[in-house]
């Protein structure tokens, strides 16, 4: 694959204060790198004035697009929405705090490029560069989640939840048209989907810092998460990840 058109998808709540800036230092790398892109920005129902700083930053570069409703889904619906939009040949999505640097995408594109349609980034890969980690009972809180993952669903990446995924336009469409999970366990369901189509994933390093302003609060949305897991799981069971035949 070698893509042409490049869409980023960017999900957001309650981010005014950041995301102009940020949404700037996006297009700034793309334009330096892309010949066509595009950065498709969900307003998951923020109640600040996220999607009036979106607003102005699209008046001022044509390239930023703006999905917006008024009830906060969840980040994975607001991730489904933007990649199920996007037109681009390649298509990722990562966090506007940008924990995961904006470079990480090159690098994303040049494993599409090379027949792998499902690239994700992974803070616990051997050459990955982690500059400033999360508390240590949220890392412990996300291996035991981790652990979970594989002894329930047999995925076998250590890192289902960095910010960074990429994927062909065709890939995209196809997990994300039978993804369910709205919330934060929506990484490991499309994982779970790709591997039941059938697509490679590869997982990529990456110099990741982390965000002491991130939303994920594992501890307390504990109990919701695990019942997210256990619909995965039974989702997967009744075959509802896979292509009708």
Known sequence: MNPTFISVIVPAYNEGSCIRSNLKKIVDYLSTRFSQFEVIVVDDG???????????????????????????????????EGVLAAQGDAVCFTDVDLSTPVEAIEKGMKDLEESCP???????????????????????VGRLFNLFIKILLSLPFPDTQCGLKC????????IFSLARIDGFAFDVEILVIARRLGYRVKEIP????????SKVRPLRDLSRVIGDLLNIYRNDRAGLYSVPE
């Open 46 to 80: 923020s109640s600040d004035d996220t999607p009036k700083q979106v607003s102005l930053a699209a008046q001022e570069e044509r390239r930023i697009k703006l999905i917006s409703y008024s009830t906060n889904r969840g980040k994975g619906f607001a991730v489904r």
């Open 167 to 174: 994927f062909t336009r065709e890939a995209g469409r196809s």
């Open 118 to 140: 499902v690239v994700i980034a992974s803070r616990r890969h051997a050459e990955s560069v982690v500059l400033l980690h999360q508390h240590w009972g949220r890392e412990t």
């Open 206 to 213: 990456v110099c990741w810092t982390n965000s002491p302003q």
